[in-house]
């Protein structure tokens, strides 16, 4: 069974940081982009960042409202996506979940959907 | 970024109605479009991808269609399990977006 379980979530203070993991199994996960989105609470869902796999060097894409204080790593040989959060604002306050991007060709290049989704964990920035 | 506006926001309904909800992009994203349900606590489940394409052991009665910058998600047939919100979401542009959500209330 494909899965996806987020950790790392908790209470920071502004200005603070955390890193939150995403450990999948079920699936080749060297073979997969993934992608962090989160949902403040009683709001829409916001993409936040993307990294492509190995192949396709492990290249990154983030969300203006993160770039600069936000990096997506990950690790082939765990199995495990990050997204480290710095200088973290109040405005960060979300559930944040990651999913595994499946790709398709089309038009010349590559386009990326999120197929399989974690069940959240929640970050919390409060003072 | 590539705006993503859907509408209504609210839509009452009752079981067997056939229900639509509009997603408009702000410029073309061609086919590259996703939904989703999303029920309360839980996470977004994939419903369509490249607009039109049903997810693996997703219900028939859920279809979408649009192409370009107008797309529609249709429930042929409402079912209990169906209430829940609806997100079109984007993926032409590296910066992906969704929209607001429509969420599909009893009637």
């Known amino acids: 069974e494909v899965q996806l379980v987020e950790s790392g979530g908790g209470l920071v203070q502004p200005g603070r940081s955390l890193r939150l993991s995403c450990t999948a199994s079920?699936?080749?996960?060297?073979?997969?982009?993934m992608s962090w989105v989160r949902q403040a609470p009683g709001k829409g869902l916001e993409w936040v960042s993307f990294i492509r796999s190995k192949p396709y060097g492990e290249t990154a894409e983030y969300a203006a409202s993160v770039r600069g204080r936000f990096t997506i790593s990950r690790d082939d040989s765990k199995s495990i996506a990050y997204l480290q959060m710095n200088s973290l604002k109040t405005e960060d306050t979300a559930v944040y979940y990651c999913s595994r991007d499946v790709k398709i060709y089309g038009d010349y290049k590559y386009y990326y959907y999120m197929d399989v989704w974690g069940k959240g964990t929640t970050v919390t920035v409060s003072s | 970024d590539i705006q993503m506006t859907q509408s209504p926001s609210t839509l009452s309904a009752s079981v067997g109605d056939r229900v639509t909800i509009t997603c408009r992009a702000s410029q073309s994203v061609s086919s590259w479009l996703a939904w989703y349900q999303q029920k309360p606590g839980k996470a977004p489940k994939l419903l369509i991808y490249?607009?039109?394409s049903l997810e693996g052991g997703v219900p028939s009665r859920f279809s979408g269609s649009g192409s370009g910058t107008e797309f529609t998600l249709t429930i042929s047939s409402l079912q209990a399990d169906d209430f829940a919100t609806y997100y079109c979401q984007q993926y032409y542009s590296y910066s992906r977006t969704f929209g607001q959500g429509t969420k599909v209330e009893i009637k």
């Open positions: 490249k607009a039109s």
């Open positions: 079920g699936f080749t996960f060297g073979d997969y982009a």
